[in-house]
């Protein structure tokens, strides 16, 4: 073989390994992304609309993350007590990622764990794994 052909045969495999790679990366990215269950939760006051949604489902057994939003000016805070989730203070304008695999089947409360309003006890919600 001349070196030239040689010359087209390396560039061809790194060339073949790129895309491979790339390929492979993105093939891999989704098949993560289709395994964890996502839940996009927005927090407020009771008087300006509470939890939204106020009640949600996710499959048991399941890699789950719930991403929640507080678009106000006060803190909030999130936990599960049942499920053994909790939230750090969710800073006003933050969104906070929870992770966890829920265990048990059932409906159970959630709530804000952060003192926000005169209303905060009100602050609660309801997550059901089936
Ligand atoms: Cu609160």
Not at 22 to 37: M, Q
Not at 88 to 95: H, L, S, Y
Not at 111 to 126: Q, R, Y
Request: aromatic letters at 10%.
């Amino acid at each position: 073989m001349t070196r030239k052909t040689n010359e087209i045969i390396a560039v061809a495999l790194i060339v073949l390994s790129t895309i491979g790679t790339v390929i492979g990366v993105f093939a891999v990215e989704k098949f993560r992304r289709g395994r964890i269950y996502t839940v996009e939760l927005i927090a407020r006051q009771p008087k300006y609309g509470n939890w939204y949604p106020k009640k949600f489902t996710v499959p048991y057994g399941k890699e789950t993350r719930i991403l929640i939003r507080n678009i106000e000016t006060v803190s909030h805070g999130f936990a599960i007590p049942d499920l053994n989730v909790a939230a750090k203070e969710i800073k006003a304008g933050e969104v906070v990622v929870v992770k966890f695999t829920p265990d048990k089947k059932g409906t159970f409360p959630f709530m804000c764990t952060v003192w926000c309003s005169d209303e905060h006890l009100h602050m609660t919600g309801e997550i059901t794994v089936e």
